[in-house]
């Protein structure tokens, strides 16, 4: 059964860290040796040091962490404008006299929706 270069380039990082079976391993040897074309491709892929997947999870952490304060932020500046309080048998909105503050909140929670969004976007963009 012939093996495809994908299948091949699936099984190059396993094989890189020493996680994959010694058949999966031979399998990777035999084929790059048959296939020299390939074998440069994959000479050109740096391997997975320790310290390359450390800065790999800690950016992915960073990111993570920042996109969630942008979203809770977001939906706190949502909400915030419809909060509510009892008074003497009444319910009234906190905010109801000061519409200018309700204005800021809304223009506050639409810029931190349009980050959330736009960094969301741009790491699409760059594959993370």
């Not at 396993?14 to 996680?19: C, I």
């Not at 994959?42 to 997975?48: D, E, K, L, Q």
């Not at 962490?65 to 977001?74: D, I, L, V």
């Amino acid at each position: 059964m012939p093996v495809h270069d994908n299948v091949i380039l699936d099984l190059l990082p396993l094989v890189r860290g020493g996680y994959a079976s010694s058949e999966s391993q031979q399998l990777v040897e035999e084929h790059l040796r048959a296939h020299p074309e390939l074998a440069r491709v994959v000479a050109g892929i740096p391997s997975m040091t320790p310290e390359l997947e450390l800065r790999a999870l800690q950016r992915t952490r960073k990111v993570l962490r920042h996109s969630t304060w942008e979203k809770a932020a977001a939906m706190f500046f949502t909400v915030l404008p419809m909060t509510f309080v009892f008074d003497d048998r009444h319910v009234r909105f906190l905010f109801a006299d000061y519409p200018g503050l309700i204005v800021g909140m809304a223009v506050t929670a639409t810029v931190f929706w349009f980050r959330a969004y736009w960094s969301k976007r741009c790491n699409e963009a760059l594959g993370r």
